[in-house]
């Protein structure tokens, strides 16, 4: 593993946000970096605007929403290759020396760049890249997950890609930010849906069958407690799928509301549905990742776009999720602990 120095560019920092008493909210800094990027960077204004008249399907399968969005420019992360040879053959673009000329950051708690995405699935949207060159690993930055969800406050959800489960830059930690509410699975938890019915330490934790796929939940107000809860998790996944040393398949929404965390976890048991890899018209490109995963297809052809259902998005969510005896066994063994 190469580790860099984090020795950024001045001209790179447009701005810093450090935790301390009196200074401008995080939203606040992410909203004006988000503004001034739109100004100075064509590339990137050019990619919001082809986003936002991007297509949009809402398909509805019990009682549950799934949003399927057409948006071409997502193609470079969607067809991607990660296997671990391609991704030593390729440079890094999220070391911050090789970031475009035009790109500028936010420093945020001096270990961390918030970066505008260029090829962004919302408005706005964030990649919040360490400024170290670390492998993709929750379990090590489990902590700065949450304190992020917090700086955010209600106004951001906080998402993560495992490195074999959707992250397109599985050898840089790094997590993304989209606008709360804005994936289907939020709303629903919000007017009821989610199920918590277990208790450790202050944190309720528990199920939530989907369609197609579970989702582990968990709440509370304790961090540390949260954290540690979320490594056990994560540590009972990788003993249960066989892992061994490597990252269990997983994504991962985050939000703190009034000093109250929600996560959502959803175990994964593959990267990509089969029919990714099919040839011809039998060929779908979709990549499921955190935001799929949250309710939100994401198409880069128009074909695929048209083709999608709520059925066929239920067979994607079947075949690359745990499936839901699997992650009840597990959560299971959590509270009896």
Known sequence: MTVIDDDVAPEQIWGEFNGVPGETSLSRRCGELFAQQLFNWQEFAAAHVEMNGAWLRELTAGGHTVLVQYNPGRSVSATAAVDAAAVRRRPCFLCHYRLPAAQQAVRYRAEFLILVNPHPIFSPHFTVAHIRHLPQRLADHAGALLILAEDLGGDFTVFYNGPR?????????????????????????????????????????????LPGRSAVVMEGSDREALVALLKELIAALGTATGSGEEEPLLNLLATCRGGRWRLLLFPRRK????????????????????????????????????????????????????????????????RRE
């Open 165 to 209: 489960c959707g992250a397109s830059a599985p050898d840089h930690h790094h997590f993304q930010v989209c606008p709360a509410g804005a994936l289907p699975v939020e709303k629903e938890w919000e007017g009821g849906s989610g199920i918590l019915t277990g208790n450790r330490a202050e944190v309720n934790f528990g199920v939530w069958n």
């Open 271 to 334: 990267h990509r549905p089969d029919a990714y890899y099919r040839e011809g018209d039998d060929a779908l490109l979709v990549t499921p990742g955190a935001v799929e995963m949250g309710g939100l297809m994401i198409t880069v052809r128009e074909g695929d776009f048209l083709r999608m259902s709520a059925a066929l998005a239920g067979e994607i969510y079947a075949e690359v999720s745990l499936p839901a005896e699997e992650v009840e066994e597990i959560v299971a063994r959590l």
